[in-house]
């Protein structure tokens, strides 16, 4: 089986990282300035922000219109074990890791 570098990059993480080049054989690394792993957005600066907004996004654009779309009815019995059971989790997903940690994020994440 050979090993495909392409799908390999280089995370700089730290403010004080001499952000060495690397290589694997004869080709260098791409660097990058996020990956994810795992489900989890990491960037160089451990922030949460892109991980807190992309969460947000999905859980807007996928879960609640999947909702709107596939139920007639609005009423409190019907949407709010939907949302728990569908939405919530989502936005709970790796809390424990990415714990938000700027007011704005918090805000974005309540606001779904």
Not at 14 to 25: E, V
Not at 52 to 64: F, G, H, R, S, T
Request: proline content about 4%; hydrophobic content about 35%.
């Amino acid at each position: 089986m050979k090993f495909n570098k392409g799908k390999y990059w280089d995370l700089h993480l730290g403010k004080n990282n001499p952000k060495h080049q690397y290589r694997l054989g004869a080709d260098l690394l791409g660097s990058s300035s996020a990956e994810k792993d795992l489900g989890v957005l990491v960037d160089n600066k451990f922030s949460t922000s892109q991980q807190c907004a992309l969460v947000a996004k999905k859980a807007n654009e996928w879960y609640l219109g999947c909702i709107k779309k596939s139920v007639a009815s609005r009423s409190r019995q019907v949407i709010l074990p939907l949302y728990s059971a569908l939405v919530r989790p989502h936005l709970e997903c790796c809390a424990q890791f990415w714990a938000p940690q700027f007011k704005k994020d918090r805000e974005l994440l309540e606001r779904v």
